[in-house]
Nanobody
């Protein structure tokens, strides 16, 4: 129904920046909000940032002031601009989309993209 494809991960040094992209395709009219989660080795997947269809945003405390989530509705793409990266930001980052359950939509995940921050 909905496909998500992430890009933009990589290896950077502490203090540098990266921008992740998540392109959505398929029947996207039923998507209510999109976001980014991350999972480090041995840890649970955690929310990084979310943005609603109306543009409201939510950030994890650990990334406030450093990360910015945005969306380009014309391109059906969500971005995560990550600045002042720290080694503890190292994780696999997953794009997420929440669908409208009343329309039969589910929760969708991308395949993940690795972000590695060296000290």
């Amino acid at each position: 129904q909905v496909q998500l494809v992430e890009s933009g991960g990589g290896l950077v040094q502490a203090g540098e920046s990266l921008r992740l992209s998540c392109a959505a395709s398929g029947s996207i009219f039923g998507i209510l909000g999109m976001g980014w989660y991350r999972q480090a080795p041995g840890r649970q997947r955690e929310l990084v940032a979310r943005i609603t269809r109306g543009g409201s945003t939510l950030y994890a405390d650990s990334v406030k002031g450093r990360f910015n989530i945005s969306r380009d509705n014309a391109k059906d793409t969500v971005y995560l601009q990550m600045n002042s990266l720290k080694p503890e930001d190292t994780a696999v980052y997953y794009c997420n989309a929440d669908g409208d359950r009343s329309l039969g939509y589910l929760t969708y995940w991308g395949q993940g993209t690795q972000v590695t921050v060296s000290s």
